[in-house]
């Protein structure tokens, strides 16, 4: 009787289904060429004191485990398509946030890799340039991640796009305009690093109490007018986020110290994020609250 028994169909089937084959044959290029240029780049071009060969198992070696990394990640994917062809279902649209994190990931991981193969010794200057890029796409993975929360947590989602932009414009001016003079020695209100010591590293004499009432005051203000307007708390989470990257430069210019700038920007989207939030969600709840009293009276 198990002769007469097809040899497992339903495993062929679901290979064929899921297109096996191909997935594997892409994923095996990738792992090949990805463990060829590292080969070539860190071992063959500029020399080594180890063995070539002790580098080439390595890439082998290499090769097996990206092939195997990049193969379970499209045969993922295809997995999940079939699933939703079989339910009917709609595969998820692409949330801009969700980019935003993964575009940031991978800029703060290869900026400051790359940059540490190029060059052996890195001016201040460029340390500084590096640290500002790098702190912004930190802002996106920090700011991404909290507009998805903030998001999830609104009373509602609806996107006015309009609304985010001016919101953005005025709060990068808040935050940024009375810094602008503090590099050279011209007039200045404070800086956006020394906000954040005062409201995350609660040292509340780190910054004066004229910029703290511009940024915060500044960004409660305009998330209430978001608010009066109908704008749900994620527009002012990302005149938060807008402000942030904005600031950067403003930060470099005036500490020349890469590690404030990156301190600077993993915090201070959060924090104006979460003050502009608050003010924009408050209003809009209590005017969401009246409404429904008024349509249920």
């Keep these: 009787m198990s ?8 495993v062929a089937a679901l290979v064929a289904e899921l297109d096996v084959r191909r997935h594997v044959r892409t994923a095996a290029i990738a792992g090949a060429g990805f463990a060829l ?52 279902g709609e595969p998820g649209r692409r949330s801009p946030t969700t980019l ?44 991404g991640l909290g507009l998805r929360l903030v998001t999830a947590l609104s009373l509602s989602h609806e996107w006015r796009p309009l609304d985010g932009a001016v919101a953005a414009v005025a709060y990068t001016a808040l935050v940024v305009a009375p810094a602008i003079g503090c590099p050279s020695g011209g007039p200045c209100l404070g800086t956006p690093d020394r906000l954040v010591a ?3 590293g609660l040292n509340l004499g780190a910054v004066g109490v004229g910029y703290a ?39 470099a210019a005036a500490t020349r110290d890469p590690a404030v700038v990156r301190t600077t920007a993993l915090y201070l989207p959060v924090v104006l994020g979460t003050v502009a939030a608050l003010g924009g969600g408050v209003v809009y709840a209590l005017g969401t609250g009246s409404g429904r009293s008024s349509t249920d009276g």
């Design 100 to 143: 935003a994190v993964v575009f940031g990931l991978l800029g703060w991981v290869l900026v400051p890799v790359s940059v540490a193969l190029a060059f052996d010794r890195v001016t201040e200057g460029f340390a500084l340039v590096v640290a500002t890029v790098t702190g912004s796409f930190v802002v996106l993975v920090v700011g």
């Design 198 to 200: 005062a409201t995350v």
């Design 3 to 10: 002769a007469d028994r097809p040899d497992r169909p339903g």
């Design 213 to 251: 009432a511009v940024a915060l005051g500044g960004g409660l203000l305009l998330g209430v007018v978001l608010g009066l307007r109908r704008a749900a708390p994620p527009h002012g989470f990302f005149a938060g986020i807008v402000a942030a990257v904005a600031a950067l430069p403003v930060v």
């Design 37 to 88: 240029a590292v080969f070539l780049l860190f071992a063959y071009a500029p020399g080594t004191d180890e063995s070539l060969l002790y580098w080439a198992a390595l890439a082998f070696v290499l090769a097996f485990a990206v092939t195997g990394l990049v193969a379970t990640v499209l045969l993922s994917y295809a997995a999940y398509r079939h699933t939703l062809a079989v339910t009917d």
